[in-house]
């Protein structure tokens, strides 16, 4: 099965813009890579920067907890890369649940339908060490950044998985093609998140960069939220920035805007 992802520019419109946001008003939901960082040639490359953590740390206590990141990647490595916040964190596009002071919840997963992906991936990865394969609790992910001559290959790869395995999800992104053995997804994540006491009543804003952002959009858009695409490409965020660091510079806006409100202070 195929996650239909294509953004449709026309789905939604607001009046609401960035300049109507505020720490007082609204609900926070971030994308990682892309979004919060830079994207990298390889995943274990990724890092934040300390002065993001900060501003995620003072926009999380100025809205009273109404901040969550919500990332195709694992828990495990969402906790390793936000360290030491501790906020709410949808990982493995909405599979995985983890909230503060909470054990991890995660959605049913195909375990005997992920191994047998994981093992085709691998196999055909051999042949161009170019080719990386990442390995997550509820998904593998294939990625071609490094090689994308072989893009047309990697998705019919994919599909030929699926076919038998009704359980098994492909999903697009960045020079990426993941198969997901859980359900779930941004949107689906989000719309849990958000039902969270320090999220109710609030404006709900979304972030992200890629297609398998365009679940959160489309959910955060019915609820007449905001949501922003950072980069280029078709999608149905009703705003957009041109990257991670515009992204950084609004929400260190919003941040100095709280604290001349509030005197000063967080």
């Not at 964190?89 to 047998?116: C, F, I, R, T, Y």
């Not at 992906?117 to 609790?137: C, G, T």
């Not at 994540?189 to 969270?196: D, F, G, V």
């Not at 280029?232 to 805007?257: N, Y």
Request: aromatic share 4%.
């Amino acid at each position: 099965m195929q996650r239909d992802l294509n953004p449709d520019p026309l789905s939604f419109r607001t009046d609401t813009t960035l300049s109507d946001i505020s720490l007082a008003n609204a609900a926070f939901f971030f994308d990682l890579d892309g979004t919060l960082t830079p994207i990298m040639e390889q995943p274990e490359d990724v890092a934040i920067h300390p002065a993001t953590l900060k501003l995620l740390a003072d926009i999380y206590a100025a809205t009273n907890g109404a901040l969550a990141v919500v990332s195709g990647r694992p828990i495990e490595t969402l906790l390793f890369l936000l360290a030491p916040l501790d906020i709410p964190l949808a990982g493995s596009h909405g599979v995985e649940l983890k909230l503060p002071g909470s054990p991890l919840q995660q959605e049913g997963v195909d375990l005997k339908g992920l191994a047998h992906a994981v093992d085709a991936m691998r196999a055909f990865a051999r042949h161009d060490k170019r080719l990386r394969v990442e390995v997550k609790p509820a998904s593998v992910a294939l990625h071609y950044r490094q090689a994308p001559e072989h893009k047309d290959a990697c998705l019919a790869l994919v599909e030929s998985i699926v076919k038998g395995h009704p359980q098994l999800e492909v999903i697009r992104g960045k020079m990426v093609v993941e198969i997901m053995a859980g359900r779930g997804d941004k949107g689906s994540a989000i719309a849990k998140l958000a039902t969270l006491p320090a999220f109710k009543g609030r404006l709900l804003v979304f972030a992200g960069d890629d297609v398998t952002d365009e679940a959160g959009f489309r959910w955060v858009g019915k609820q007449g939220g905001i949501t922003i695409k950072v980069g280029t490409g078709p999608t149905t965020a009703t705003q957009r920035v041109d990257d991670v660091a515009a992204l950084i510079d609004w929400m260190g806006q919003l941040s100095e805007a709280s604290k001349a409100a509030s005197g000063g202070k967080i």
